[in-house]
């Protein structure tokens, strides 16, 4: 078993040019960490040398740690392994980028995501990168992987290998590229010693263009309302001013750009709100029955890898089903359980109160169980093909007037399908996505029976 210093390593979750990052356990009380050890390439190292990466390896360290705010990642150690320092972090196993499907092709198309869910985040970017400046902060590698995300769902900045404090002058080479392609602000790739924290701003617009449309912007700037029916010409004139190519026609501090973006959200729900109304009388309809037991998804837990599964699965390159399902749902009288008529499923209405580890979901089926919860002592935890069948893909407009038959706060459900040995699959009914993610981490669970 390999250690650096008491942290027991687990695996690599990734790997950069000034350094790697590993899942870590800490001994007895098994808490999961992650630790970044410094360890640049060679052509860094050359670049650079090594007592300049050590020195801004340290600040990027000290840079985090002095900052105590919900929406930046915490520092709880430093160290030494080997003559390299390292530091060690809270470990989040989800990143806006995975949320995305951001991949490293990052041209390539990514998810949509809905604008209430792009508020919320971008709200809160907003408020680390407000607590960041204010510290004489300028991040300079805000980008979709660099925003983490805890169980809840809520953000946190991390890696501030790039940042730099008020007034710094870094001593490195000035052909080395400071930021992410397609997220550096322009004046950033011109003279990233000079930039302010406009160029924060920047990047952030960047990344709300994309989750607004898919797809990442190019100058002139294509109207986000083209691609978006959801939105209106006000969200292209915030685009416009945040992706400026001239610092000064931007919004100047993050403050200002949150207080637009609520401003836009608000009149946004009032849009919602009078659309809903017109669509009042078909809010009651009952759902079409259909033919009862259409088809049985596969009950039968597997394990399959990357690649196949979007085949096993029937997903697209986003990892989006590629049909929808129809289906006719029917909530039991007590509203505990949902009966789909299509498949003979029946599903829990809720699920977990709250979200919990992969291992721990299989215990929270036991106790179902043995409760006999329901009546019933059948209940497990549904494959990724069952889980598809309850999607509801979004839909412009009226979606947001139709009520959910599941309840809402179990947005991320485990299946019983596994990646590999540390990893299993699971379903954003929130986004309608598959993804994978390390059993450590916590989603909710959602029980399902055969009728």
């Not at 052909?175 to 010693?193: C, I, M, R, T």
Request: proline share 6%.
């Amino acid at each position: 078993m390999k250690f650096i210093g008491q942290y027991r390593i687990r695996g690599l979750l990734g790997r950069g040019g000034m350094g790697k990052v590993l899942q870590v356990e800490v001994p007895v009380i098994r808490r999961i960490l992650a630790l970044k050890l410094l360890a640049p390439v060679e052509l860094l190292l050359a670049m650079v040398g090594r007592d300049q990466l050590v020195r801004l390896f340290t600040q990027e360290a000290k840079s985090m740690a002095a900052i105590r705010h919900p929406n930046i990642i915490d520092v709880v150690d430093f160290g030494t392994f080997q003559d390299s320092p390292y530091y060690v972090m809270d470990y989040l196993g989800n990143s806006l980028g995975a949320v995305m499907g951001e991949t490293y092709v990052t041209e390539a198309p990514s998810r949509v995501l809905r604008i209430e869910k792009v508020v919320h985040y971008t709200r809160q970017i907003l408020e680390g990168l407000r607590r960041l400046h204010a510290a004489g902060i300028v991040h300079r590698d805000i980008k979709p992987f660099n925003i983490l995300l805890t169980e809840d769902d809520n953000v946190k900045i991390c890696d501030f290998g790039l940042s730099k404090l008020r007034g710094e002058r870094m001593a490195v080479p000035s052909s080395l590229k400071v930021g992410s392609p397609y997220y550096a602000a322009p004046e950033q790739e011109k003279a990233p010693d000079q930039v302010d924290h406009r160029a924060d701003l920047y990047a952030l617009g960047v990344m709300v263009y994309r989750m607004l449309t898919g797809t990442l912007p190019r100058h002139p700037i294509e109207p986000a309302s083209s691609s978006n029916a959801n939105l209106t010409s006000e969200w292209d004139v915030f685009l416009t001013r945040a992706l400026s190519p001239d610092p000064e026609k931007r919004f100047q501090d993050a403050l200002s750009m949150s207080d637009e973006v609520t401003s836009l959200f608000q009149r946004w729900q009032s849009q919602v709100e009078a659309t809903c109304r017109l669509y009042a009388a078909d809010r009651g309809m009952s759902p079409s029955r259909g033919p009862e037991y259409a088809f049985t998804p596969r009950s039968k837990p597997l394990r399959t890898g990357v690649r196949k599964a979007r085949a096993l699965f029937g997903l697209n390159a986003l990892w989006q089903p590629l049909r929808t399902n129809t289906h006719a749902l029917e909530a039991a009288p007590n509203n505990a359980t949902v009966l789909d008529l299509t498949t003979g499923l029946q599903w829990l209405h809720s699920g977990s109160d709250f979200p919990m580890d992969w291992h721990a979901a299989f215990t929270y089926i036991d106790d179902l169980n043995a409760q006999q919860w329901g009546g019933h002592s059948d209940w497990r935890l549904p494959t990724v093909e069952e889980l598809l069948t309850i999607l509801r893909p979004p839909h412009a407009d009226t979606d947001y007037c139709l009520p959910s038959t599941f309840a809402t706060a179990q947005k991320r459900l485990w299946s019983s399908d596994r990646r590999t040995y540390t990893s299993a699959w699971y379903v954003s009914l929130e986004l309608g996505f598959v993804a994978w993610q390390d059993k450590t981490f916590a989603n909710h669970v959602k029980a399902v029976r055969h009728r």
